[in-house]
């Protein structure tokens, strides 16, 4: 589940007018954390062997954090549009602590029958 979940993550990259499931955007979520602590461990340990490795994963992890911002968003935006609500709603994180919490409690929303 988790890595069909992914690779459509993936897959829809670009894809802004779909929509996604609430488990398709969790599933898809979990796994990207799952991969941010992998390679977190890496640089951590390939630090304390050698400098230059350690440079190495880290430059990996930034091309990774940059190479996943747009289908972070595409994801998002299909989720929100998947409980009926306008794209628009991703900006509502702009609004400090309350923001990010009232999206989280969006995104847990179920989908719309005929969204």
Known sequence: MMIDSYKLFWKKAFDFKGLTTRSEYWWAYLAN???YFVLSIFIVISSAINEGLGLLFNFIYVLYAFGQFIPSIS???????????GWQWIFINLIPIVGAIWYIFLLCQPSLPNA
């Open 33 to 35: 954390i799952i991969i």
């Open 75 to 85: 994801i998002c935006i299909r989720r929100v549009r998947d409980m009926g609500k």
